[in-house]
């Protein structure tokens, strides 16, 4: 009988040491796993983008929280009226927000009180239906051309956005994506913000 009980006592347990250990492994595992879904989609899928300045004003206010979908325009094309973040062609560390206006090959012409777009479906050009805007009259005015993979960008805030008037055409290259959520302000929060398809 007594050997019965010394037999169980002697069970070996694991110790202090190597439960720590188990345990720190399992969270370096975890920690692994988080890293490999996490990062790829951090770096090809989405990322997150805090609007600075008023040149999208009233779409978008100075300060709010983004989350940009990239991979639309890997596997696909902007499209007009899209809201696109895109690195700024006179400095790539630099990234901009502004509105898709004029696709590939169009001629888009900008009047102090309207914005027409000239295509092959469209010779005569039509005029773009813009609600997004407040201004009366557009100060910088001119007439543009775009070329394969070019874009023509406007801020929606057109009186005081530094846009493809000033710095010429977008580069589908330099297109990081365009915002998918607004997730703050919360009272503000919505899918594909500030979208408007002509």
Same mark, same amino acid.
């Given at each position: 009988?007594?050997?019965?009980?010394? !037999?169980?006592?002697?069970?070996?347990? $694991?110790?202090?040491?190597?439960? %720590?250990? !188990?345990?720190?492994?399992?969270?370096?595992?975890?920690?692994?796993?988080?890293?490999?879904?996490?990062?790829?989609?951090?770096?090809?899928?989405?990322?997150? %983008?805090?609007?600075?300045?008023?040149?999208? %004003?009233?779409?978008? &206010?100075?300060?709010?929280?983004?989350?940009?979908?990239?991979?639309?325009?890997?596997?696909?094309?902007?499209?007009?009226? &899209?809201?696109?973040?895109?690195?700024?062609?006179?400095?790539?560390?630099? %990234?901009?927000?502004?509105?898709?206006?004029?696709?590939?090959? !169009?001629?888009?012409?900008?009047?102090?009180? &309207?914005?027409?777009?000239?295509?092959?479906?469209?010779?005569?050009?039509?005029?773009?239906?813009?609600?997004?805007?407040? !201004?009366?009259?557009?100060?910088?005015?001119?007439?543009?051309?775009?070329?394969?993979?070019?874009?023509?960008?406007?801020?929606?805030?057109?009186?005081?956005?530094? &846009?493809?008037?000033?710095?010429?055409?977008?580069? $589908?290259?330099?297109?990081?994506?365009?915002?998918?959520?607004?997730?703050?302000?919360? $009272?503000?929060?919505?899918?594909?913000?500030?979208?408007?398809?002509?």
């Amino acid at each position: 009988m007594e050997n019965n009980i010394n !037999e169980k006592l002697q069970i070996p347990t $694991k110790s202090k040491l190597r439960e %720590f250990v !188990e345990s720190g492994w399992d969270l370096v595992k975890f920690a692994l796993i988080a890293l490999i879904i996490v990062v790829p989609i951090r770096m090809w899928v989405a990322q997150p %983008f805090v609007v600075s300045g008023e040149s999208m %004003f009233p779409t978008f &206010d100075n300060g709010q929280y983004l989350i940009v979908d990239e991979i639309s325009y890997i596997i696909g094309q902007a499209h007009r009226g &899209d809201v696109v973040v895109f690195r700024y062609p006179g400095d790539t560390k630099r %990234f901009f927000i502004k509105r898709v206006i004029g696709l590939p090959n !169009e001629k888009i012409i900008v009047t102090d009180k &309207d914005v027409t777009v000239f295509n092959k479906e469209n010779p005569k050009g039509f005029k773009l239906t813009e609600p997004y805007i407040n !201004e009366k009259t557009i100060s910088q005015t001119g007439e543009y051309n775009t070329g394969n993979d070019e874009y023509f960008v406007m801020g929606d805030n057109r009186n005081r956005s530094s &846009d493809s008037r000033t710095w010429g055409l977008l580069p $589908k290259k330099l297109m990081v994506g365009r915002a998918f959520l607004r997730l703050l302000p919360l $009272k503000a929060v919505s899918y594909l913000p500030g979208v408007y398809n002509q």
